[in-house]
Every structure is written in C-alpha cells, then in structure tokens.
C-alpha cells in the first residue's frame, strides 16, 4: 500500500452544513444562533471573560505574584562537543560562525556555551556566557574563552 492510494474509511467524511438554507436542512430561519440578541447579529461576539457588565471573576480575584517572561533574557545555547562539527580551518567561534554552521538559529541571540561533550582542538570562542566545565574544556585543550 501507497500513500496515494489511501481511502478514508466509509461514513468518515460528512457533507458540509449548509446553514440556512431552508427549514428542510434542520438550520433554517436562526441557523442554529437560537432567538434575537447580540450573538445573533453579524460581527457580534462577546469577548472572552466578559459576563454582561458584572464585574468579571478574573477582575475580583487578587493578582500576586511577579512574572518577568517578557524581560527574560534568551542565548543561544551551544555545547563545546558541538564545536567538533566545524571546519578545520575555523579557530575563532563567535555567533555568527555558528549560525552560518548551523548549529544555532541566529546571530543576533546572545551565545552561552555549556561543557557538554569533549573538545580536542584550540579554539578561541567569544560568547556572552560560559558555563564553569566548559570554560575548563576549553582552556585544557588550549584555547580561550572570552566573554563579550
């Protein structure tokens, strides 16, 4: 069997409702929006929380608590064993090298590299943040880390 030639199961597609089309189709006159009103109206919708003028239950209730996801800070996160994958030629790693590698999705994000996995050769490697056993990693196999 082929992908083409897959079949939906009998009864699995239905018709599409045709609303209001006759009182014959079961969704005439109303077309299923119940008696007059707002929900009945064309665009009239009622947003989400709001319960008719009442003071809405997410307005009563205390708020306590901070939350700072909007100011988080985010990096680009690269493990040292990682670095292996690129060309023999490149001894300077920054962000940019490593974007065009592929190993993370943008240059602009701030780079943090952390010590997972093993590092045979020297680089010098310029991020925002170094964990403390990948800067060892690095400087044991006789390269730096520098913090930009």
């Known amino acids: 069997m082929k992908l083409h030639e897959l079949k939906n199961v009998k009864g699995a597609v239905h018709r599409r409702k045709r609303i209001g089309c006759g009182e014959g189709g079961g969704h005439g006159k109303t077309s299923g929006r119940g008696g007059k009103g ?6 009239g919708s009622i947003r989400p929380g ?13 708020h306590r ?3 700072n996801y909007n100011f988080r800070t985010e ?3 690269v493990n040292v064993g990682e670095l292996a994958s690129l060309d ?10 490593l974007a065009k590698a592929g190993l993370i999705r943008c240059a602009c994000a701030k780079l943090k590299v952390l010590g997972d996995g093993e590092v045979s050769r ?3 490697v310029t991020a925002a943040k170094f964990s ?4 060892a990693k690095l400087e044991k196999a006789g390269g730096t880390a520098t913090v930009a």
Do not use: C, D, H, W
């Not at 009442?54 to 009563?60: C, G, I, S």
């Open 122 to 124: 020297a680089f010098k």
């Open 75 to 77: 990096y680009a996160v």
């Open 65 to 67: 608590g901070f939350n």
């Open 38 to 43: 707002q929900t009945a109206r064309s665009g």
């Open 50 to 62: 709001f319960e008719g003028g009442q003071m809405p239950l997410y307005r009563k209730l205390p």
């Open 88 to 97: 023999e030629s490149v001894t300077e790693v920054n962000a940019e090298i």
């Open 132 to 135: 403390e056993s990948a800067k």
